[in-house]
């Protein structure tokens, strides 16, 4: 059992003393509106339409909190963010987030970063032009790659997955790919007007500028499922084989692919109060959060509260043992 999992073990089965406490501290609606910063990610992005979703559905809540939505360059950055104290809650790829509590590259140390809750699943896209020659992550040796932004998630699952096909993280080599650090548009974009030859990208599905892009120019979405058992080997289970379904994109046949959870995480020092609201909107408005993130998700507890090797805040425990027992 990882320590995470003991941890969480124990914390829940703190049980009716941890409510009491909790009850005791943030009895009533009465006192200031507590103000958090979310960092999100950049604009026009999932995470920052998470963001501004969440934010607008806890001021129509009438709870005594704030979400005030900072626009980032995604995982890293915020979890780094994080950190230092310039936010008190954060968006982050599971990936990252477990590499941020151990103390992983890119992080020098520990970070004490607590989870709230797995709010979805990213999909690992990896697109090429369908009349171009690369038809398998092996092809993508010397060629130009876009593989997201400096500080984003979608860099660290785009280096682990090259670096497992051995295209990246050896010395420089014509049998590495040539990683270009762009963010969703400018990939999009580059991939346009054949600037790269391949696009990464770890979002929702369907990510609207991806299938924008489907309709504009015929795609290829390469298969990525043969590389989960050597990244959940080297990383853990935050890895998973899923599956981009036919009819996305307008895929003809299903396409597997490699799927990470997203976690809202808090600083641990936000109070569990607080906490405890914020939790109580996000399950009674998912629907609402979810719908410009992607299709068909689903938020449910057993869901949200595996959250791997990041522990869950004690104000995220109290909430899922006085909600769900």
């Not at 051995?166 to 991939?191: I, N």
């Not at 808090?266 to 979810?290: I, K, S, T």
Request: net charge neutral.
């Amino acid at each position: 059992m990882t320590s995470a999992a003991v941890t969480r073990r124990r914390v829940m089965g703190l049980g009716l003393g941890v409510l009491a406490g909790v009850a005791a501290g943030c009895s009533g609606d009465s006192g200031p509106v507590r103000r958090l910063r979310l960092a999100t990610g950049p604009e026009g992005g999932p995470y920052n339409a998470f963001g501004q979703a969440l934010a607008q559905a806890v001021a129509a809540s009438g709870r005594r909190i704030e979400i005030v939505p900072v626009s980032t360059a995604a995982s890293v950055d915020n979890l780094r963010k994080l950190d230092d104290g310039s936010v008190e809650l954060a968006l982050a790829m599971a990936d990252a987030a477990e590499d941020a509590v151990l103390g992983r590259e890119p992080f020098p140390g520990p970070t004490a970063a607590t989870a709230l809750a797995r709010v979805y699943v990213n999909y690992t896209h990896l697109l090429v032009p369908a009349d171009g020659p690369v038809r398998s992550v092996g092809d993508l040796a010397g060629r130009p790659v876009a593989a997201g932004a400096a500080g984003s998630g979608v860099q660290v699952v785009a280096e682990r997955v090259l670096r497992a096909a051995g295209l990246s993280g050896a010395p420089a080599s014509h049998a590495a790919a040539d990683e270009r650090q762009l963010g969703l548009a400018p990939s999009v974009s580059a991939l346009r007007e054949g600037s790269v030859d391949a696009l990464f990208w770890s979002g929702g599905v369907p990510t609207p500028a991806l299938a924008d892009l489907a309709r504009e120019l015929p795609l290829r979405f390469l298969p990525l499922d043969a590389h989960v058992g050597a990244l959940r080997e080297r990383y853990g289970p935050v890895y998973t084989a899923v599956t981009l379904p036919a009819g996305v994109y307008g895929l003809t046949e299903p396409v597997g692919t490699i799927g990470v959870g997203n976690y809202l995480l808090a600083r641990a020092d936000v109070p569990q109060g607080a906490v405890r609201h914020l939790l109580q909107v996000v399950f009674e408005r998912w629907r609402d959060l979810l719908r410009e993130v992607t299709a068909g998700a689903r938020l449910e507890p057993r869901f949200a509260i595996s959250t791997g090797e990041v522990p869950l805040h004690p104000g995220a425990v109290a909430h899922y043992r006085s909600v769900y027992g």
